[in-house]
């Protein structure tokens, strides 16, 4: 039987050399033969890991294997939403996907870090955990002192849906393009009176009507987050369009219920809207609702669009009127652009392109 290696205070942990000299191989060719990387028959492969179970050995030793490497193989996503409600997301969920498809290509791992924390601790999280890269997914702008110490230590850092404002490279689609062409879509039909439902501009989950002055205090100073992009392009667009209302109600949370209580705000009022915008899929499945609920025909009665392209299940035989994105193309140009960084070379903005989508849920007013 192999002995199993031993210190004068006890048992350690067995070594790759241990394995090779219990198999009668070179160290090298233990290593070729325990990763399957390598040339080795499939006699010594076998040897060697009779070996390795008889002296325990789990593997190399992930530390050590990252010092040789100089990097620790986890890309930390930074995600603008409560982890919770993040994965309740389907655009959340797809955009991870091809950042993992990505990533899993870089022998890396991604490590899911909410960003809705205080800006004290989530600082202090992210300075302090072991990264090669971050990824701000949905974030608000970060503070420069953090961008500065992610950059002091050699954290790749990128953007996706942030702000084009240059501090790091950034994946986005063109939500004022997509907003307008939504606007555009209403108005063309006869829709002069339009009602907005606003994903969530600020992390305490509170929704509500908002007023000209909280709408004046988003731009052009304000962070120039998603919402805050696709609202500045609605009030635009309805400028531009003669004699055209638009009010706008921001949901709490993007979600179902969130998107239906925020709808019945504007639909229970005397002067309802003839149309609706939801800022997401999932929120326009909230409209179909509260419009279903009132005995509201849709497009009848009232129209609805979204902002995704998400076929949710929960809308049947419905085909929702909305701008599709390609969420999952989102993550791997973000995941392209992480490896880019880390082989040395400095990626450019990603711009990606976005269709309208006219589906059954808009049509002209009665």
């Given at each position: 039987?192999?002995?199993?290696?031993?210190?004068?205070?006890?048992?350690?942990?067995?070594?790759?050399?241990?394995?090779?000299?219990a198999?009668?191989?070179?160290?090298?060719?233990?290593?070729?033969?325990?990763?399957?990387?390598?040339?080795?028959s499939?006699?010594?492969?076998?040897?060697?890991?009779?070996?390795?179970?008889?002296?325990?050995?789990?593997?190399?030793?992930?530390?050590?294997?990252?010092?040789?490497?100089?990097?620790?193989?986890?890309?930390?996503?930074?995600?603008?939403?409560?982890?919770?409600?993040?994965?309740?997301?389907?655009?959340?969920?797809?955009?991870?996907?091809?950042?993992a498809e990505?990533?899993?290509?870089?022998?890396?791992?991604?490590?899911?870090?909410?960003?809705?924390?205080?800006?004290?601790?989530?600082?202090?999280?992210?300075?302090?955990?072991?990264?090669?890269?971050?990824?701000?997914?949905?974030?608000e702008?970060?503070?420069?002192?953090?961008?500065?110490?992610?950059?002091?230590?050699?954290?790749?850092?990128?953007g996706?849906?942030?702000?084009?404002?240059?501090?790091?490279?950034?994946?986005?689609?063109?939500?004022?393009?997509?907003?307008?062409?939504?606007?555009?879509?209403?108005?063309?039909?006869?829709?002069?009176?339009?009602?907005v439902?606003?994903?969530?501009?600020?992390?305490?989950?509170?929704?509500?009507?908002?007023?000209?002055?909280?709408?004046?205090a988003?731009?052009?100073?304000?962070?120039?987050?998603?919402?805050?992009r696709?609202?500045a392009?609605?009030?635009?667009?309805?400028?531009?369009?003669?004699?055209?209302?638009?009010?706008f109600?921001?949901?709490?949370?993007?979600l179902?219920?969130?998107?239906?209580?925020?709808?019945?705000?504007?639909?229970?009022?005397?002067?309802?809207?003839?149309?609706?915008?939801?800022?997401?899929?999932v929120?326009?499945?909230?409209?179909?609702?509260?419009?279903?609920?009132?005995?509201?025909?849709?497009?009848?009665?009232?129209?609805?669009?979204?902002?995704?392209?998400?076929?949710?299940?929960?809308?049947?035989?419905?085909?929702?009127?909305?701008?599709?994105?390609p969420?999952?193309?989102?993550?791997?140009?973000?995941?392209?652009?992480?490896a880019?960084?880390?082989?040395?070379?400095?990626?450019?903005?990603?711009?990606?392109?976005?269709?309208?989508?006219?589906?059954?849920?808009?049509?002209p007013?009665?």
């Amino acid at each position: 039987m192999t002995s199993r290696p031993s210190t004068r205070g006890g048992a350690r942990r067995a070594t790759i050399s241990d394995v090779a000299r219990a198999a009668g191989v070179s160290p090298s060719t233990a290593s070729l033969a325990f990763s399957g990387a390598g040339p080795v028959s499939d006699t010594t492969r076998a040897r060697v890991l009779a070996a390795a179970r008889e002296l325990d050995y789990g593997g190399p030793d992930p530390l050590a294997r990252s010092l040789r490497r100089g990097r620790c193989g986890v890309v930390a996503v930074v995600v603008g939403e409560r982890l919770g409600y993040a994965f309740r997301d389907p655009m959340m969920v797809a955009v991870l996907d091809g950042l993992a498809e990505v990533v899993g290509t870089l022998d890396s791992s991604l490590l899911l870090v909410p960003a809705r924390s205080s800006a004290d601790s989530g600082a202090a999280r992210l300075t302090s955990l072991a990264m090669d890269a971050a990824v701000l997914l949905d974030c608000e702008a970060p503070a420069a002192a953090l961008l500065g110490a992610l950059h002091r230590r050699g954290v790749v850092v990128v953007g996706i849906d942030g702000p084009a404002t240059g501090a790091v490279p950034q994946v986005r689609i063109d939500d004022e393009g997509g907003t307008a062409a939504l606007v555009a879509h209403l108005c063309g039909l006869g829709h002069r009176d339009l009602g907005v439902i606003t994903l969530p501009l600020g992390p305490d989950g509170a929704g509500g009507p908002l007023t000209e002055a909280d709408l004046d205090a988003l731009g052009p100073d304000a962070v120039p987050g998603v919402p805050r992009r696709r609202i500045a392009a609605a009030r635009a667009a309805t400028l531009a369009a003669p004699e055209t209302r638009v009010r706008f109600v921001q949901a709490g949370w993007n979600l179902v219920e969130e998107g239906e209580r925020a709808a019945a705000t504007l639909l229970d009022a005397p002067d309802r809207p003839t149309a609706l915008i939801a800022q997401s899929d999932v929120l326009a499945l909230g409209c179909l609702r509260a419009a279903s609920t009132r005995g509201l025909d849709v497009p009848g009665d009232l129209s609805v669009a979204g902002f995704d392209g998400v076929d949710l299940h929960l809308m049947g035989s419905i085909r929702l009127t909305t701008i599709e994105q390609p969420a999952t193309e989102k993550g791997r140009a973000a995941g392209r652009m992480v490896a880019a960084a880390l082989a040395g070379d400095t990626p450019d903005d990603v711009l990606l392109p976005i269709v309208l989508r006219i589906g059954t849920t808009t049509g002209p007013p009665n």
